[in-house]
């Protein structure tokens, strides 16, 4: 029995060796384990062995059974994992097509510079305001120290509704109807669009946009000014950016002057860009007249103030590298998908 | 206002200051140069040469073979086609390797065989006219005359006083004193701290009385000429100017045409006051009648052209008729001809506003009226009438007559300030003592004593201590003041509204949408290309009266045919599935009195493969749930116009519109050239601001298990789904959690004009689980209630 049991243990092991799948594996445990099979067969025999025979023949075959077991389960362990790594090799695929396309919406470049500016805005304490692009020649030309028949209008060609009402050329009637409606101290941007009579090229626009500046507050000096539009500056342009004051002239401001930026292409040494001049005007600006502050009910002997216009477009032209103004009114899909 | 050099080293010393130097200083102290430019830069390698030989060319019947002295060691052969040279001639030879006017290179060759090394130049190759040297002739070399330097080899440019440099200067509106040369002269002394020398004005008469020939001078309207004065000039000997008036009206742009001309044009240049010269022969009556217009009234311009005049429009006039558009333009015919004999000089001041009006109305700007509209100054008229007269003598070009009438009924008054340095320190930020501000004002012709300033009369810009900071600043520099962050806290921030309008545009990318920005103004043919009725509200729109051209002439009502013209374009350039939308503005008349109300709509559009209006209908559905609105109505619109009958729907909130959606008319698109379907949404986002609802407070997630069943129902086919499941969820109660419609479908199963719907309703209990004979009892209460428009439950 024993030398049978041994001949059982090396068969039932080989055989398992053998199997290549799992069916097959069944088969061998029935085959030795099952009901009828031969190892169960030996230990249906125990019985008639000797009291003495018994035990020892007993826990051999147990551990002929056991061994089988054991044997089995491994193998069914393997095949498994066999069979997984040949399913998931089946299911391979080319991951290198492309992704499903998802249509995906952008933002026009204009709002993302004017989103631009306002997060700078805001981040020091400035307000958002607003006013009507139809507007008043009183609070576009009037109230900012442009009286009629004042050679200013001339350089900005009016687009007019009627000799009271226009379209505004500027947003600093913004200044006038935000100080008319709010008491220092005063920090807001008015970004709007404008209209000036230009006839459309790569460069002008008779519709444009503008952010207006104003700050108001007691000993407001142009230090404050030069202070403040250099943070824009460099949150703009970097942290390395320059600006350099020109004195210019706008009625509303006095003194006024134009702002350059150090060219951010070439930082100041001369390029295409800059046409070779190392600065780039981007801003308008000035201490806010003593006679509009009084238009706008704040007493100039207790208060000054800034202000300061920047063109959207001009901004977006250079931080994308535009060449033409007219793509952002074509609004070509080819274009939009860019930013 | 272009700048010669040379002429502004008349006035101040400007030695060893480069160009580049002196536009850069120039610039920051407040005259902004807008480029600069050396006079015949193009012009290489050409110089003065005599002509030692003239013989003909052997094989040409009109080639000369000369040998010209250039100052080398040996003379050079130059062949020329020239009909005009003399030995002894001066002339201007391009060398071998040379360059003249408009770039051509002239190298050594031969002509017909014979050797020539360089060419002899005319006027035009080296970029100048007759008008530059009118004893010249035009078809031929270039002969120099004595006013030249005609050292053999001296370079041409040097020789002829072509080397001059121009600056362009952008001139801000406000400073038409810095329209002159002494005007830039005063700005370059001050900033770079030189003295002005100003120039000669003074003068000798050959007697006799200036109202022997200009009897009198009378000012109809003090309103519209502040000061007229006149002087007369007889024996006139008209002639051309010597060079060094030339050469400078040249670099200046003006054209010399002869003496009497030229000094007016260079009193001009030289201090910005237009002068007029007359010819006292076409004076009748020998007065001067500085009037307005009579209606109807006629005059022939010096340019040629008959012009109708208006009752509003300032005019010198004789006796008679106008002779002038005041400080605009002269008569034709009293203008100064070769044979004038006796003239008149005006100096005047004309009102800004009213030059400027009738320049425009006229349509003619001129050199004299550009600076007449921005306000001059009435004081200087005598100097400058002064300064003519003394060039009329330095040149001998007439006798000047004893005497000058002057008209100057009110006087300006000068502008005095008061002198506060701390407040100009405090107003800049800077700290510059009294005495350097006194010395920066003194130096720009300002008189400081006293505690006042006296500012000078050219300064009409500088009415207020504001104006006084902007000098001292400007000259102690810009870049010298210090820079300061503002200091203290302040509240900023984005408002309710522009934080709903990035809320909603956030959302409009998110759902696939791109942002366009399109124009404010349209043409007023967009109404019918829109197809809206002739009727329609909305074409009563804000006109503009001067627009550009037609297509940009009126403030748009709907911001539907912007974005269809954006449609179109990206269709007809290929791009073949896309949609937009912008948060646009239109505006509404409401009468002259009161500005229009400027709406803020939001217009969606979208088109090609897989666009359909459900798609459309979706993205609207998910901005009002963005917005928090919840309760709104959905209501089929068969003539909402620009919109398919069939396909196309109002949202109303409270029973006010608050969108429309639908497929766009083919007509509409037949007329933008799309031939695609495109779906359309225009929002009312003012409205939508009212009622949006965009607090959010947590729910909690559900605790007890939902129920789900599913209905499908018979019915007419034009009966909306919408109407069915209204009724359903009044029927069911508050346990109804969702309606789905899942399945639509009509044909031959269901019968003619039927269709099939079938829904999936979500049951649950916010505090229980529902039984299933609650369920069964609510989905009955759905079933009857569909049952009042005829659906009926499928097996």
Partial sequence: MKEQLERLRAAALAEIGNTEDLSALDAVRVRFLGKKGEITGILKQMGKLSPEERPVMGQMANAVRQAVEDAIENASDALKAKQKALRLEAETLDVTMPGTPVQKGHRHPLSIVLDEVKEIFIGMGFSIADGPEVEWDYYNFEALNIPEGHPARDTQDTFYITEKMLLRTQTSGCQIRYMENHKPPIRMIAPGRVFRSDPVDATHSPLFHQIEGLVVDKNITMADLKGNLLTLAKKLYGEDTQIRLRPHHFPFTEPSCEIDVSCFRCHGKGCPMCKNEGWIEILGAGMVHPKVLERGGIDPEEYSGFAFGLGVERLAMFRFNVDDMRLFYENDARFLKQF | ?795
């Avoid at chain 2, 009556?285 to 012009?307: H, K, M, P, Q, S």
């Avoid at chain 2, 008061?418 to 008189?447: H, R, T």
């Avoid at chain 2, 998110?510 to 509200?537: H, M, W």
């Avoid at chain 2, 639509?744 to 199963?749: A, F, L, M, N, S």
Wanted: glycine residues 8%.
């Fill in chain 2, 1 to 795: 206002m272009d700048l010669s050099r040379r002429w502004l080293s008349d006035y101040v010393d400007i030695s060893g200051i480069s160009d580049k130097e002196f536009a850069d200083r120039i610039t920051l102290s407040g005259s902004k140069v807008e480029s600069y430019a050396e006079e015949g830069a193009g012009l290489k390698n050409i110089v003065v040469g005599q002509i030692l030989t003239l013989d003909r060319h052997p094989d040409s019947d009109h080639m000369w073979i000369t040998t010209v002295n250039v100052g080398a060691d040996a003379p050079l052969q130059i062949v020329t086609g020239a009909q005009n040279l003399q030995v002894g001639d001066y002339v201007p030879v391009a060398l071998d390797h040379s360059t003249v006017h408009g770039g051509k290179e002239i190298v050594a060759g031969k002509l017909r065989g014979v050797e020539s090394n360089g060419m002899l130049c005319s006027l035009g190759e080296l970029g100048l006219t007759v008008h530059d040297f009118p004893y010249a002739i035009e078809d031929g070399i270039f002969v120099l005359g004595e006013d030249c330097d005609r050292t053999p080899g001296r370079d041409i440019r040097e020789a002829t006083g072509l080397d001059d440099t121009v600056t362009e200067f952008e001139i801000t509106p406000n400073r038409p004193d810095c329209l002159s040369i002494i005007g830039l002269a005063r700005e370059t002394a001050v900033t770079f701290g030189k003295t002005l020398k100003l120039p000669n004005a003074t003068y000798g008469t050959c007697g006799e009385n200036v109202r022997d020939y200009l009897h009198d001078v009378t000012i109809h309207d003090n309103e519209k000429c502040y000061r007229y004065a006149g002087a007369v000039v007889k024996n006139v000997r008209i002639a051309p100017s010597p060079k060094w008036i030339r050469e400078r009206l040249r670099a200046c742009g003006v054209r010399p045409i002869n003496n009497i001309v030229d000094i007016t044009n260079f009193v001009m240049l030289e201090y910005g006051q237009p002068m007029h010269a007359f010819d006292l022969r076409y004076l009748d009556g020998g007065v001067v009648n500085v009037r307005t217009a009579n209606e109807g009234e006629r005059i022939t311009t010096l340019d040629g052209e008959d012009r109708e005049l208006s009752p509003e429009m300032l005019v010198i006039a004789d006796a008679n008729k106008p002779v002038a558009v005041a400080g605009i333009m002269g008569g034709e015919y009293s203008g100064i001809m070769d044979d004038t004999t006796t003239v008149v000089f005006e100096s005047a001041c004309f009102n800004g506003v009213s030059v400027r009006k009738t320049a425009k109305k006229l349509g003619m700007r001129t050199e004299s009226s550009g600076r007449y509209e921005k306000g001059l100054d009435s004081d200087g008229c005598r100097r400058s009438l002064d300064r003519a007269l003394s060039l009329v003598a330095l040149l001998d070009a007439g006798d000047v007559v004893d005497g000058v009438i002057d008209v100057y009924p009110n006087p300006k008054a000068q502008t005095v300030l008061d002198f506060c340095p701390d407040w100009v320190n405090n107003f800049i930020g800077i700290s510059v003592d009294a005495d350097e501000q006194k010395q920066i004002l003194e130096a720009l012709d300002f008189e400081v004593r006293d505690g006042k300033i006296y500012v000078p009369s050219f300064r009409g810009d500088v009415e207020h201590k504001a104006d006084i900071s902007e000098e001292v600043a400007r000259f102690y520099g810009f870049d010298k003041i210090a820079t300061r962050d503002l200091s203290g806290a302040a509240a900023g921030g984005f408002n309710e509204q522009q934080k709903f309008e990035n809320l909603m545009t956030g959302a409009c990318i998110a759902l696939g949408c791109s942002e366009v920005a399109t124009y404010s103004f349209v043409s007023p043919k967009v109404y019918d290309r829109i197809c809206l009725p002739k009727d329609s509200p909305y074409r009563k729109n804000i006109v503009i009266s001067n627009p550009l051209g037609e297509d940009t002439s009126v403030m748009r009502t709907t911001a539907l045919p912007s974005m269809l013209d954006v449609v179109a374009r990206n269709y007809n350039n290929r791009n073949l599935k896309e949609a937009f939308f912008e948060l646009a503005k239109v505006y509404h008349p409401r009468g002259t009195e009161e500005l229009p109300y400027e709406q803020l709509t939001l217009v969606l559009a979208e088109y090609g493969e897989g666009a359909t209006y459900y798609t459309l209908k979706g993205k609207v559905e998910a901005l009002l749930e963005t917005a928090g609105v919840t309760e709104y109505d959905v209501l089929p619109m068969k003539t909402a116009a620009s919109y398919h009958p069939g396909r196309t729907a109002v949202i109303t909130v409270d029973g006010k519109e608050l969108a429309i959606l639908g497929e766009v008319h083919p007509d509409v698109l037949e007329n933008y050239g799309v031939g695609t379907k495109v779906y359309a949404a225009q929002i009312d986002f003012d409205y939508l601001y009212q009622i949006k609802n965009t607090v959010r407070v947590y729910r909690h997630l559900p605790r007890f298990p939902a129920l789900t069943r599913d209905l499908a129902f018979v019915v007419d086919r034009n009966v909306p789904v919408l109407t069915i499941e209204k009724l359903m969820k009044a029927a069911i109660g508050d346990i109804l959690e969702k309606i789905e419609l899942f399945d639509v479908y009509e044909g031959v199963q269901v019968g003619p004009f039927k269709k099939s719907v079938a829904f999936s309703l979500t049951l649950r209990g916010h505090d229980r689980t529902l039984t299933d004979e609650e369920a069964n009892a609510a989905t009955n209460r759905a079933v009857n209630a569909a049952a009042s428009v005829g659906a009926i439950l499928r097996a």
